[in-house]
């Protein structure tokens, strides 16, 4: 009786094509497609290219962890070089230096009546939308305290804008 040899594994076209997360890398955390681009709120923002419905994740902000003393000797840093700052706060002992990300939620301008919040949920920072995000809205968030304790003027220009951050 002839032995059954299992026939040699042909190779898969797709291979070379492996999800990041298959190579090693972290996934994409955008979940809806996005561009930054000039903003009329401040410098630049993030802008949606789909529309996104109430309550729905948008993506995520990675970046670099560290201790909230980093982050405001940081951005005190920052605003004496550039002017931005680009860092959240997860915890009242740690922060996200989101500065070297490539992620454009980044680029999240805030407003006093923001259509996204973001959460943060265990060390990561996720953006949610609060209601329906047509197509081309700048897609924005209220900060909440920031390290300008009120001396920075805000730019949204919401009805009832409370006027600085």
């Given amino acids: 009786m002839p032995t059954l040899r299992p026939l040699p594994a042909e190779p898969d076209p797709n291979a070379d094509q492996a999800s990041p997360?298959?190579?090693?890398?972290?996934?994409?955390?955008?979940?809806?497609?996005?561009?930054?681009?000039?903003?009329?709120?401040?410098?630049?923002?993030v802008f949606a290219l789909q529309a996104v419905a109430a309550r729905r994740k948008i993506g995520e902000i990675r970046g670099e962890s560290v201790s909230?003393?980093?982050?405001f000797k940081r951005a005190k840093a920052a605003d004496k070089s550039t002017g931005r700052v680009f860092m959240i706060a997860v915890s009242?002992?740690?922060?996200?230096?989101?500065t070297a990300s490539a992620d454009p939620?980044?680029?999240?301008?805030?407003?006093?009546?923001?259509?996204m919040v973001f959460k943060v949920q265990q060390?990561?920072?996720?953006?949610y939308a609060l209601r329906d995000i047509a197509v081309?809205?700048?897609?924005?968030?209220?900060?909440?305290?920031t390290h300008h304790a009120g001396r920075l003027a805000c730019r949204c220009g919401a009805p009832?804008?409370?006027?600085s951050l």
Avoid at 92 to 98: L, W
Avoid at 105 to 115: E, K
Avoid at 160 to 163: H, L, P, S
Wanted: glycine fraction near 12%.
């Fill in 105 to 115: 939620l980044r680029f999240a301008n805030h407003s006093c009546v923001p259509n």
């Fill in 21 to 45: 997360a298959a190579k090693g890398q972290a996934a994409d955390p955008q979940k809806f497609a996005v561009e930054v681009k000039p903003s009329a709120i401040d410098g630049q923002g």
């Fill in 123 to 127: 060390g990561r920072v996720a953006f």
């Fill in 68 to 71: 909230t003393a980093e982050a």
């Fill in 136 to 145: 081309g809205e700048e897609l924005t968030v209220a900060y909440g305290p």
């Fill in 160 to 163: 009832g804008c409370a006027g």
């Fill in 92 to 98: 009242n002992a740690r922060s996200v230096d989101a």
